[in-house]
Structures are given as C-alpha cells and as structure tokens.
C-alpha cells in the first residue's frame, strides 16, 4: 500500500498523509452483506454519556464478516473484491464459496482477486487458508485468531498485525501475540495464515483536528486543563 502526502496548501495539510487504495478493487460493497447502523455517540439507554470522546463523524453502512467459518469446512472459495470497511483498519475480501454463497472476510497483505482459499482441519499452510493452529508449521505468522474454541476470531484483526506460532505442546500452542505476550491456544482452535492486510496503517499522519471528527471521534480534554468543579485535577 502506497501512502500519498498532500501539496501544503494549509498548515493542517502540511503534515498530512492519506492511503492512496491502490489494492482496492471496488468502492461499491455487496449489498446483502451491508446494514445501517445508527452511531450512539457513547451514550447509554438513559442518553448519558458512558464513553466519552465519541460523537459525530461519516455516515457509515456496517459489512457483516464471517468470523467462525465452521459452516464452510472444507469449502473452496475464490476472492471476488478487495474493499475498504469504514469501521475497522484491515481491508476486506468478497469471497464467493463453490457452493454460490458469497461471505466478506478479512484480507491479508497479499491478497488477491482470483486466490482460491479453504477453511479445513488440515488445509495447506499458505497465506489465506484457515487450519487447526495445532496444524500449523512452528515459525509461521498467523491472524483472525480463535483463542477459545469454537468461539470466533477475536485476536489478531488489526491492520498489519500478525501473530507467530512459537511451539506445539500437548494440547496447547505457544502464540506470541503482536504485543509480545505468549499465550497458549488449545490446538483445536482455528488461525488463518499471513499478515492483516493494510501494513501502512501505522504510517497515515491524520493532519488536522477536524479529520478525527470525520472518524467519530470527540476531543480529549485534560482534567488538569478544567476547573475544580468539573474534574478532581482542575483548578
């Protein structure tokens, strides 16, 4: 992914880096696979702000992705689009199963439009295919983790994270996560094999306050920077 800067025609522009999506195949997601939803702006039932820094921001449809695949053992399935979801970091991938159904996933960094993958206890170990992390080599980076089984992918889903398979013992395997930890992971759970799409995440310069409230996100104010009687630190 190439990262484009922007002429300095304004000090917020001076800085600022954006994507350029040179991976993406589509700007129009799959519609059957798409549905509204209303932004809460950190409130709770009651309209009380529970979290706070959230408010405002685009307009956004929601792209159901499968996180379990364990309908579709054994299932080949060509990648269809490569597209960009605005409630997460990581690209997505369309992908048609031989048996006609359609499901979005999430990418890895070398994916393609035509790549055949499969979801199998004893797939091959190569980037895409989603096996039994019992099943696969020591020393090959993994995502789209389960770590309880038969629970889902919960780990692992952030742009340009990977996760190493460090050792098979018994009924665990050593992973280390992307923030060094070593966990074990029963060898029944399932990982798919590569790298979250989206490397150069972690290179984009936002710029400007105003591009954060296009993201929903609110300004973070200091406690020390209030008066006493709106925080404990002010004053």
Request: some cysteine; aromatic content about 8%; hydrophobic content about 35%.
């Amino acid at each position: 992914m190439a990262i484009k800067k922007f002429k300095p025609t304004t000090p917020g522009r001076r800085q600022m880096t954006g994507y350029t999506f040179d991976e993406l195949t589509t700007s129009k997601p799959h519609k059957a696979l798409t549905y509204g939803k209303s932004s809460q702006a950190g409130r709770n039932s009651a309209g009380r702000i529970t979290v706070r820094h959230q408010g405002g921001g685009h307009k956004k449809l929601y792209r159901k992705i499968d996180f379990y695949f364990t309908d579709k053992l054994g299932i080949n399935a060509k990648v269809e689009t490569i597209e960009y979801d605005p409630f997460r970091t990581a690209y997505i991938a369309l992908v048609c199963y031989f048996d006609g159904e359609r499901r979005y996933i999430l990418a890895h960094k070398d994916m393609k439009v035509g790549d055949i993958i499969v979801t199998a206890d004893d797939a091959k170990p190569v980037s895409g295919n989603r096996l039994l992390i019992g099943n696969i080599p020591t020393g090959l980076t993994v995502y789209n983790a389960e770590l309880i089984v038969n629970a889902g992918a919960s780990s692992v889903r952030s742009a340009g994270s990977s996760a190493m398979i460090l050792s098979q013992e018994g009924e665990y395997t050593q992973l280390k996560m992307p923030s060094g930890e070593i966990r074990k992971v029963h060898k029944k759970c399932y990982a798919t094999i590569g790298v979250v799409s989206n490397t150069d995440h972690n290179q984009i310069v936002i710029g400007k306050a105003g591009r954060s409230r296009w993201m929903g996100r609110r300004p973070t104010v200091l406690g020390m920077s209030m008066n006493a009687v709106d925080h404990p630190h002010g004053g």
